[in-house]
């Protein structure tokens, strides 16, 4: 199985991303997937997440209402809009595939993990 994450970059405050997963390996649209970061000498958290059918999402508190995860099984790819950024928001973020077709919050929910793409915001 593998996760390509793209769409990262170097954007102001206020500005939007829409990174991308594609899922590659597996039959991408009977399991859930996820969003997380990692911030420079912090743990890695949960950003968002879906459930296989895209029914039922979960988003963490810091970009409720700002952040969009969505998924097109028929692509095979998982994608977070990330709109009024802020400088919190600057860390590594990867895509991960969960084990079952309903999301989990942890990191062990998910067996397998893209290569991270790193998102800026400046002030």
């Known amino acids: 199985v593998q996760l390509q994450a793209s769409g990262g970059g170097l954007v102001q405050a206020g500005d939007s991303l829409r990174l991308s997963c594609a899922a590659s390996?597996?039959?991408?649209?009977?399991?859930?997937m996820g969003w997380f970061r990692q911030a420079p000498g912090k743990e890695r958290e949960i950003v968002a997440a879906i459930n296989w059918s895209g029914g039922r999402t979960y988003y963490a508190d810091s970009v409720k209402g700002r952040f969009t995860i969505s998924r097109d099984n028929a692509r095979n790819t998982v994608y977070l809009q990330m709109n009024s950024l802020k400088p919190e928001d600057t860390a590594v973020y990867y895509c991960?595939?969960?084990?079952?077709?309903?999301?989990?919050?942890?990191?062990?929910?998910?067996?397998?993990w893209g290569q991270g793409t790193q998102v800026t915001v400046s002030s």
């Open positions: 991960a595939g969960g084990r079952q077709d309903s999301y989990g919050l942890g990191s062990h929910d998910y067996a397998y």
């Open positions: 390996g597996r039959t991408f649209r009977f399991y859930a």
